[in-house]
Every structure is written in structure tokens, then in C-alpha cells.
């Protein structure tokens, strides 16, 4: 399989957790053919620059990605295409910067033989129930995207993970392409285009299979990881470890010890904003 990364900004926490997740996939090289960064931040992927081709992305190309609708997550897409066309004979797997390989890789890699793959079904549209969710769907509800019309058997896939296997990989980008194109020009609701695009897409051309059982994707608990993962980080550059240690390191984790997703109540959360504005620090000091 081929990996793709896609990392933007100056907020080292992303490149910090793409670093782990390529770690990961490290510990099993039998099954990684390449792993591609994109990325505006080159140097924070120096470490590996052994095992990982970096792609240098300028502002210009984000603009142009972006599409004539101006939409942010419609470069993930344009990502995939860009990649598809570099590497044609490809088994893609995207990744979100938030995720680790966890199990045996061959399972997963046997898997994409025959279905694409993301990583959790969160359910058809049509029976979600966020306010953005329930908007989306009055939107799209018997109307063509790129060809499709949706219906209330379209499920919404999570996108942290988004495997296409070899052939026609460019044929079901570019329908996910089409789909997004289609429904910014209609205004759909934006903030969930890209990834219901490319559910739709992938499972009308090659049917789909979750992928949780071999990756784990923490956007439920970003903190704890984020934590866990500099602590790691640290510890290499503090003992000097090399690239293979961190390898050997990793292989000996055990990733059920922090919980992927934690949710909090919205109360706590709240009285923890109200208290933060009224107890504020009683005095901050600088060195002059």
C-alpha cells in the first residue's frame, strides 16, 4: 500500500502526530510501499526523511486546489487526484494526522484487494441527527451530485482513513471530485462536502469496509494522545534514539492504554471556560 499524509500550518501538534502515525506503519514495512508527506512544513519530516518522499506545497497550490468554490476540504481531494496521477499503479491510503496502525497490517492490506475501505460507517445521512447532519440531507435528499443521486441509503463515512484500492482509484477520486464540485455550486451546507463526496464516491464504485479494526483514529481524545505522543517524542530526542529504536519502541506500545474518544460533558466543559474567565492568573511576569 501507498501511504499519503496531508499536513498544513504552523501548529507543530499535526506534524507531530503524522511523525507517530508513519512510526507506526514502519513497525510493518512489509506492507508499505511508499509513505508520501504533503505538506507546506518540510523540516518537521527531516527524522524520516529516509523512508518518506515530502511534498512541498505552496500557497499558490492550496488556492488552486480549493477549487472555484473557494472550499478549504476540497484539497484533500485534490491531494488524492494529485497522488493518483503520480503514482497510477497505487493502493492509496490517506490518513489524517490523528491516527496509528495498531494490528496486523496484512488483514487490512488483504482487505483492499476487493473494497475500499475508511475508517468507521457513522450511519446514512438521512438518519443523522446533528443540526448540520439533518440540514445536509434536506439539501441533497433525491438530487444528482456528479451523477449520483443520493438516497437515503447513502451512508456518511468517517474520512481520517481513506483507502482506494488500485483500479479505477482515479476514476472514483475524480467522482468524489465531481460530487463536491456539484454540491458547493448548489450551496450545500459545507462543513461535511468532502467527506460525504467521498463516501458516496468510493462506495458506488467499489462498495466500502471500515478500517477501525486495524487503524485507531483519536479525534475523540486529542489531548491525551497529543500528550502521549510528545512524551514519546521527548524521550527519543532526550536519549538520543535513533530512527530504528523509536521503530523497536513502538512496536512494544500498547495503544489500548489511552481511550481514542472521551467525551466530556457539555456542562463541565462549560464551567471550565466560566471559571478560566474568572479566575484569571492574579500576576504574569516576564523576564525583561
Not at 514519546?232 to 532526550?238: G, N, Y
Request: charged fraction near 25%; hydrophobic fraction near 40%; proline fraction near 3%.
Amino acid at each position: 500500500m501507498d501511504l499519503l499524509f496531508l499536513t498544513f500550518g504552523d501548529n507543530i501538534k499535526n506534524h507531530y502526530q503524522a511523525n507517530f502515525c508513519i512510526l507506526s506503519f514502519l513497525a510493518q514495512p512489509e506492507e508499505v510501499s511508499s509513505i508520501s508527506v504533503y505538506t507546506d512544513k518540510p523540516e518537521f519530516y527531516t527524522h524520516l526523511q529516509a523512508h518518506v518522499k515530502v511534498v512541498e506545497i505552496t500557497e499558490a497550490t492550496l488556492n488552486d486546489w480549493k477549487g472555484p468554490y473557494d472550499f478549504f476540504w476540497r484539497v484533500k481531494i485534490k491531494a488524492l487526484e494529485h497522488f493518483a496521477l503520480a503514482k497510477p499503479a497505487s493502493t492509496i491510503v490517506y490518513l489524517d494526522s490523528d491516527t496509528f496502525l495498531y494490528n496486523d497490517a496484512r488483514g487490512f492490506q488483504r482487505m483492499l484487494h476487493s473494497s475500499a475501505s475508511m475508517h468507521v460507517r457513522e450511519g446514512n445521512l438521512a438518519a443523522l441527527q446533528s443540526k448540520t447532519e439533518k440540514k445536509m440531507w434536506q439539501q441533497v435528499q433525491g438530487r444528482a451530485f456528479g451523477g449520483v443521486t443520493i438516497t437515503a441509503s447513502h451512508a456518511m463515512w468517517n474520512a481520517g482513513v481513506v483507502a482506494i484500492p488500485q483500479e479505477n482509484n482515479l476514476k472514483a477520486i475524480r467522482l468524489a471530485l465531481s460530487i463536491c464540485d456539484d454540491m458547493c455550486r448548489e450551496d450545500v451546507t459545507r462543513r461535511l462536502i468532502e467527506q460525504f463526496a467521498i463516501s458516496v464516491a468510493l462506495d458506488e464504485t467499489f462498495g466500502l469496509k471500515p478500517a477501525d479494526q486495524w487503524i485507531g483514529h483519536y479525534w475523540g481524545n486529542k489531548d491525551g494522545w497529543n500528550d502521549f505522543i510528545s512524551n514519546f517524542l521527548l524521550e527519543s530526542l532526550l536519549k538520543g534514539y535513533t530512527l530504528d529504536q523509536d521503530i523497536a519502541r513502538l512496536k512494544q506500545l500498547n495503544f489500548q492504554q489511552i481511550p481514542i474518544i472521551k467525551k466530556e460533558k457539555n456542562t463541565k466543559l462549560r464551567l471550565q471556560r466560566l471559571l478560566n474567565k474568572i479566575f484569571s492568573p492574579k500576576e504574569v511576569t516576564y523576564i525583561n
